[in-house]
Nanobody, 119 residues
């Protein structure tokens, strides 16, 4: 079965940078898209960024120009480079994978990694 494991979270000061990774294992089909989502206490989980197998990206307005999503298909790994971090970026960040094969779709979530931006 597919498993997603996030890493790279931690404590960083405002204005700092952090790089998150998501390693996928299992039956990863070529037709898929991946994304990063985040959830802060008392708030709904929200989309941060997505990327397709072909490298097409989309970003939430709140992170455009600061975050960069990328993937290494050979390593089945998703990345999120976060720069100019703000306290409002504090949240648990989740990796998501959606696979599509012959009209069958499956979605998988990682367990999340904590990102804390604070002085």
């Amino acid at each position: 079965q597919v498993q997603l494991v996030e890493s790279g979270g931690g404590l960083v000061q405002p204005g700092g940078s952090l790089r998150l990774s998501c390693a996928a294992s299992g039956s990863i089909f070529s037709n898929n898209y991946m994304g990063w989502y985040r959830q802060a206490p008392g708030k709904q989980r929200e989309l941060v960024a997505t990327i397709t197998s072909g490298g097409i990206t989309n970003y939430a307005d709140s992170v455009k120009g600061r975050f960069t999503i990328s993937r290494d298909n050979a390593k089945n790994t998703l990345y999120l480079q976060m720069n100019s971090l703000k306290p409002e970026d504090t949240a648990v960040y989740y990796c998501r994978l959606t696979t599509i094969r012959y009209a069958s779709q499956s979605t998988y979530w990682g367990q999340g990694t904590q990102v804390t931006v604070s002085s």
